[in-house]
């Protein structure tokens, strides 16, 4: 499989490759079950966002429901802002499984040639939208204007400058990659127009800083459907800890479920997580609006792949779609899944070299 070439600032965001040595092709496996297991890990190191996108991964947390299923071994968790940092914890292997962006998890792969991470579910469809001043009418308005997005090469700048490609404005607007709390503020000073986003920022632009929504992202999709949230795991600790992950995607269905039955419960579970993370509760109208914009998930949409692999190359920050055959290993999760008499995930050939 061929790398995807990526440019420079891109590629910066994506160091820390030495740590790939142990992740030979001659001792990995399409599925953990022929792998050398070593048993349950004693301690496992999770990774996600203080974002309602990432509401499986704070209910899972808040609620317990991973250090239920852990047992003895101990979770430890870290968040981040954007996808391209979180990847760069993977890949120096700080970090070993990750609630994470599309965009980022697809660069992970690609620039690792297929070695280092492995995706073993969905988390999250829907909930991103690029919001803007209530006097911009249509994408041609945004011409000459300042458009945000988290992070260089992340999910929601990827889309945003695909979305640019595709209707003739690249060059035309400026997109400045500014961290989502920042980007609240700027927008409230005037500094940009827009912002390509994820919820809760897109609802609290609009609540707070009297913005609208000019797309809901789910409208570029057919279905609706999209993976803005997905969960990947080191190859290496996948090949080593297959219990310990098993845990937690047996965590993470459990958080699944809860919120789907629980919404209002789930909701302040969510706010109690973003207070404990970032000092500050939503108000109930913005996490009620924030909400309505997500599908809670297993599903990874794992046919959206490759096209989200071109999307990267017509965003501009990589020079040749990534390979994704034989990213995807949903083994366990579809074990799990099957134990309770859920439907399995498709993997739609993503499992296959």
């Given at each position: 499989m061929s790398a995807v070439n990526l440019k420079p600032a891109v590629a910066i965001a994506l160091v820390a490759l030495t740590a790939?040595?142990?992740?030979?092709?001659?001792?990995s496996s399409d599925t953990p079950a022929a792998a050398q297991s070593k048993g349950p890990a004693g301690e496992v190191r999770l990774g996600y966002f203080p974002n309602v996108t990432h509401a499986a991964a704070l209910i899972g947390v808040e609620k317990e429901l991973f250090k239920k299923e852990l047992g003895s071994t101990k979770l430890t968790t870290q968040t981040?802002?954007?996808?391209?940092?979180?990847?760069?914890?993977?890949?120096?292997?700080?970090?070993d499984i990750a609630y994470i962006g599309s965009g980022p998890a697809i660069?992970?792969?690609?620039?690792?040639?297929?070695?280092?991470?492995?995706?073993?579910?969905?988390?999250?469809?829907?909930?991103?939208?690029?919001?803007?001043?209530?006097?911009?009418?249509?994408?041609?308005?945004?011409?000459?204007?300042?458009i945000a997005t988290p992070q260089l090469a992340n999910t929601q700048d990827v889309a945003l400058k695909k979305y640019l490609a595709g209707k003739n404005l690249t060059g035309q607007v400026t997109v400045q990659n500014v961290e989502n709390a920042q980007t609240l503020d700027l927008f409230k000073k005037g500094d940009i127009q827009a912002a390509w986003v994820p919820e809760p920022w897109s609802s609290r632009i609009v609540a707070e800083a009297g913005a609208k929504v000019l797309i809901d992202e789910k409208t570029l999709?057919?279905?609706?459907?999209?993976?803005?949230?997905?969960i990947i795991v080191r190859t290496k600790f996948l090949?080593?800890?297959?219990?310990?992950?098993?845990?937690?995607?047996?965590?993470?269905v459990a958080a699944v479920d809860w919120a789907k039955s629980n919404a209002d419960d789930a909701k302040k579970a969510v706010n109690a997580a973003l207070e404990k993370l970032t000092s500050k509760k939503l108000g109930d109208k913005i996490l009620d609006a924030a909400w309505k914009n997500i599908e809670l998930t297993t599903d990874p949409q794992a046919k959206t792949f490759p096209q989200l692999a071109k999307d990267a190359v017509t965003a501009g920050v990589a020079t040749e779609a990534a390979?994704?055959?034989?990213?995807?290993?949903?083994?366990?999760?579809?074990?799990?899944?099957q134990a309770q008499g859920k439907p399995q995930v498709q993997a739609a050939g993503l499992d296959k070299k």
């Open positions: 790939l040595s142990g992740c030979s092709r001659a001792g981040f802002n954007a996808g391209p940092d979180e990847v760069n914890a993977l890949l120096g292997e700080s970090l660069n992970a792969y690609a620039k690792s040639k297929g070695e280092a991470v492995k995706l073993i579910s969905g988390a999250t469809s829907g909930g991103a939208a690029l919001v803007t001043k209530p006097e911009i009418n249509s994408i041609e308005d945004l011409k000459g204007k300042t999709w057919e279905g609706g459907q999209f993976p803005t949230t997905v090949q080593e800890h297959p219990e310990t992950v098993e845990a937690v995607l047996k965590g993470h390979n994704v055959a034989g990213y995807a290993d949903f083994t366990l999760l579809n074990k799990v899944l």
